[in-house]
């Protein structure tokens, strides 16, 4: 079963249906129709039926899963995850997404345990391989010191999108990616939590073309990472989004527009939230178009001590638009990760139940192998370099 119908439901289901071993699929959705447009445009006969779900409907929803599905990739909005997440453990089966909130998923990890479920979380693009990547770097590692990410989503050059004053059209959850823009973030930096004003610290990043340079901006922590691994002494965790070079400077003003406030103004009557109105008129203009691309980038390092001395592995990939598929790079490397991460759990390649977290992935020499080498086998390429000093 695959629940949520969108952009990355599309993504899971685009990948789900390639596979000879998926039978049959059925899309789930609170929105039918729409989801049934979504289902006509992959046009294939494994997804056998569109179902109206609502999670927020335990009993209904534990009844559907109990109708012989092996497991369930859901592609929901961060909100409902542990919902739907609690509904497969009470239908006793497996299940994943890329969305869920690491701050309370784990609450349902004895539950989990008890039923013999395998839950993985937020497998998607950042979070999901960024962390599985973490955790492979950990693992080569004697000891971890430091954990960087870089990670963005973005138009492809020289497209419309490029070309509009934001460079930027939405090819995820849009309302999320506005709010990465605003606040603060705390991260773990030289041995200390502190606490960075979003856009504040924008540095230039160079990947091979046709990327070239982008601008990065701090984010999130990865504190969750080191949590997990049950790792001491680490000096650095955090996580930087990739735009291209301005976007800093274009949100701040944005912001300093008070554009981005959420507390409403009274308009002929009315009160609007400023920034509800930035993201309603976002989603009626930034949609991208038909056959528009995007791309994807990714770059996570993991340094630390190595046989005595300082050493660090860094992982990196790109993606583009697929336009033979008619899906985008956000698509793929969100909504594949997810879908892989379902099979393997539906063939039983997790040894113990609970609510796994995607660095384990990594952290597991053998888990590791396979998620990487199915990622590659969909064109998603990961480079490793080493890097240790010669002396």
């Known amino acids: ?77 961060r909100p409902v995850c542990d919902t739907a997440a609690a509904a497969a453990i009470e239908a006793g089966i497996g299940y994943t997404d890329v969305a869920a909130s690491f701050q309370t998923i784990f609450n349902l990890d004895d ?41 963005g989503g973005f138009p492809q050059k020289g497209t419309p999108g490029y070309n509009n004053p934001l460079k930027y059209k939405i090819s995820w959850y849009w309302p999320f990616a506005v709010r990465t823009n605003i606040g ?15 856009l504040s610290d924008p540095e ?35 996580s930087k989004t990739l735009r291209w070079p301005g976007h800093c400077e274009i949100w701040r003003k944005l912001r300093e527009l008070h554009l981005l406030d959420e507390k409403p103004i009274d308009v002929k009557g009315v009160k609007v939230s400023p920034i509800d109105l930035f993201i309603a008129l976002g989603e009626k203009t930034l949609q991208y178009e038909p056959g528009e691309g995007d791309a994807v980038c990714q770059r996570v390092e993991v340094s630390g001590i190595k046989d005595g001395k300082p050493a660090a592995y860094i992982y990196e990939f790109m993606d583009f638009y697929d336009p ?32 796994i977290h995607p660095v384990k992935i990594g952290y597991d020499e053998k888990l590791a192998d396979k998620f990487l080498s199915e990622l590659a086998r969909r064109n998603i390429k990961i480079t490793e370099h080493f890097k240790m000093p010669l002396n």
Request: proline share 4%; glycine share 10%.
């Open 204 to 238: 230039q990043i160079w990947f091979p073309e046709p990327i070239g340079w982008v601008e990065a901006f701090t984010t999130g922590n990865l504190l969750d990472v080191v949590e997990h691994l049950g790792l001491e002494g680490v000096k650095d965790a955090w």
């Open 111 to 151: 539950e989990a345990r008890k039923a013999g479920v395998v839950i993985v979380p937020h497998i998607g693009l950042d979070i999901g391989i960024d962390r599985v990547l973490c955790g492979v770097g950990a693992r080569k590692l004697d000891k971890p010191e430091r954990f960087h990410v870089w990670c």
């Open 1 to 77: 079963m695959v629940l949520g119908i969108g952009k990355m439901g599309y993504g899971i289901l685009k990948d789900l249906v390639a596979q000879p071993h998926v039978s049959e699929i059925v899309a789930g959705d609170f929105n039918v129709e729409a989801a049934r447009k979504v289902v006509e445009k992959i046009g294939s006969d494994k997804i056998v039926e569109v179902r109206r779900v609502d999670v927020t409907d335990r009993a209904e929803t534990v009844r559907l899963m109990r109708e012989g599905f092996d497991v369930v990739a859901s592609a929901l909005p």
């Open 184 to 198: 603060t973030a705390k991260v773990l930096k030289d041995g200390k939590i502190v606490e960075i004003p979003k």
């Open 324 to 355: 033979v598929e008619d899906i985008t790079a956000m698509a793929r490397t969100t909504g594949f990760p997810c879908s892989i991460v379902a099979q393997m759990i539906a063939r039983g390649e997790f040894k113990e139940p609970g609510v």
